[in-house]
T-cell receptor, first 109, second 117 residues
Framework: GQNIDQPTEMTATEGAIVQINCTYQTSGFNGLFWYQQHAGEAPTFLSYNVLDGLEEKGRFSSFLSRSKGYSYLLLKELQMKDSASYLCAVKDSNYQLIWGAGTKLIIKP | SQTIHQWPATLVQPVGSPLSLECTVEGTSNPNLYWYRQAAGRGLQLLFYSVGIGQISSEVPQNLSASRPQDRQFILSSKKLLLSDSGFYLC????????????????FGAGSRLTVL
């Protein structure tokens, strides 16, 4: 079967750095997405990786290793507004999106 | 600019009652449209997607149905709700996102929280 694994919950301190991991086992690979979802709201797109390596976008970076079936989202200089769930999703060989259950990130002052 | 509207935002319905959730997109033509359901602690589940008027693909067999009567309108319906239909329903459309290596990125509506009692 197809599977996306992410930690259920993480806690970090304002101003610090946090890394949210995502491992996947899918039938084929056509890209990996990270979305941010604040409580009670819709997900919003953060990043996309299709080739190995690091994609940087301001305070957020996303890394991909296709050979390891692994990605992480790195958040720097954490702010209280970064408290949210972070969803990892992989597009499989049929171009269908497989979603992880999300990682709830709690930021403490 | 493109926007997506989804309503109602919340609703509480008794078991066995009908359902209609509506989604409209503005500022684009012939979008790919999607209905997802999100249950607590689980990943987003694709229910239906549509690539054009009257073209609906169902991903999960259940008592829900979808229709696309107009190019930018997508409706999720049920004739008789079950308790298990409770959840957060999200409409989305996809667009090729410049700067994302040609990826189709989903843009979601605000969501509809359904509670079936």
């Amino acid at each position: 079967g197809q599977n996306i694994d992410q930690p259920t919950e993480m806690t970090a301190t304002e101003g610090a750095i946090v890394q949210i991991n995502c491992t996947y086992q899918t039938s084929g690979f056509n890209g990996l997405f990270w979305y941010q979802q604040h409580a009670g709201e819709a997900p919003t797109f953060l990043s996309y990786n299709v080739l190995d390596g690091l994609e940087e976008k301001g305070r957020f970076s996303s890394f991909l290793s296709r050979s390891k079936g692994y990605s992480y989202l790195l958040l720097k200089e954490l702010q209280m507004k970064d408290s949210a769930s972070y969803l990892c999703a992989v597009k499989d060989s049929n171009y269908q999106l497989i979603w992880g259950a999300g990682t709830k990130l709690i930021i403490k002052p | 600019s493109q926007t997506i509207h989804q309503w109602p935002a919340t609703l509480v319905q008794p078991v066995g009652s009908p359902l209609s959730l509506e989604c409209t997109v503005e500022g684009t033509s012939n979008p790919n449209l999607y209905w997802y359901r999100q249950a607590a602690g689980r990943g987003l589940q694709l229910l239906f997607y549509s690539v054009g008027i009257g073209q609906i693909s169902s991903e999960v067999p259940q008592n829900l149905s979808a229709s696309r009567p107009q190019d930018r309108q997508f409706i999720l319906s049920s004739k008789k709700l079950l308790l298990s239909d409770s959840g957060f329903y999200l409409c989305a459309w996809s667009v090729l996102w410049e700067g994302a290596s040609g990826a189709n990125v989903l843009t979601f509506g605000a969501g509809s929280r359904l509670t079936v009692l």
